[in-house]
Every structure is written in C-alpha cells, then in structure tokens.
C-alpha cells in the first residue's frame, strides 16, 4: 500500500518562506508522477506542482500562481518529496496535499497533458496546513 505523510506547515507571514516535506513509502514504479495539490478553505481542490521521472525523461509542471515562487523537488536516498516555497501570499493560505499515482496514469503522453488536476492523482497524505497572513 502506498502512503504519503506530509509535514513542514505553519503560519507565516506575506513574504516569508517555507518548505513541505512528503515521504514516501511502497511507491517503486517503474515511472514516477508525484504533485503537490492545496484546498483553499471554501474552494476546490487545486493542482499547485507536480514532477515526472521515467522512461521518457524528466518533467516538471506549476500552476501559473507560483511560478517563480515554488519548487517541487525529490531526494530518492530519503524517499521524500519537498515543495520549496517563497515569497508566500495570503492567497497561498490552504491544506496542502501530496499525492502519486502510477501504472496506466502515469504514461508520460497523458500526464504531460493532465499533471495538476487533483482527480489524476489515487494516493494521497493526510495534508498539513498552510497559513499567510497579510
């Protein structure tokens, strides 16, 4: 069974800094689709990053909002997954989720098209929340 734990929210500041940790475990494939999705409260859930490792290449995807801000980054050795993130806005505020999927939804011809929208994805962590104040 694959699971994901979360970790590294907090309150922060307009501008500050933080950094989101997942790890990972019974998640071997043979190519790799992991992302990081947050729910606002009262929204929906959104794609926010995602990254693919296979035998197509190597892929990274962003939201529009935090490009430039966020980096989704993974370390194998520690079967962990980061979201870097700067420069937070009020707007970043939500419960932040990472997620994996494999097999038949992790084709590199579909995931490149279908990357951050949250029903792409069938394992998921707990979240961990996300606060910015302005």
């Known amino acids: 069974q694959v699971q994901l734990v979360e970790s590294g929210g907090g309150s922060v500041q307009a501008g500050g800094s933080l950094r989101l940790s997942c790890t990972v475990s019974g998640y071997t494939p043979t190519n790799y689709c992991m992302g990081w999705l947050r729910q606002p409260p009262g929204k929906e859930r959104e794609g926010v990053a995602a990254?693919?490792?296979?035998?197509?290449?190597?892929?990274?995807y962003y939201t529009d909002s935090v490009k430039g801000r966020f980096t989704i980054t993974h370390d194998s050795a520690k079967d962990t997954m980061y979201l870097e993130m700067v420069d937070l806005k009020p707007e970043d505020t939500a419960t932040y989720y990472c997620?994996?999927?494999?097999?038949?939804?992790?084709?590199?011809?579909?995931?490149?098209?279908?990357?951050?929208?949250?029903?792409?994805?069938?394992?998921w962590g707990q979240g961990t929340q996300v606060t910015v104040s302005s």
């Open positions: 997620a994996a999927v494999s097999g038949y939804g992790c084709f590199y011809s579909d995931f490149v098209r279908r990357n951050l929208d949250p029903s792409r994805y069938k394992f």
């Open positions: 990254q693919y490792h296979g035998s197509s290449g190597d892929a990274t």
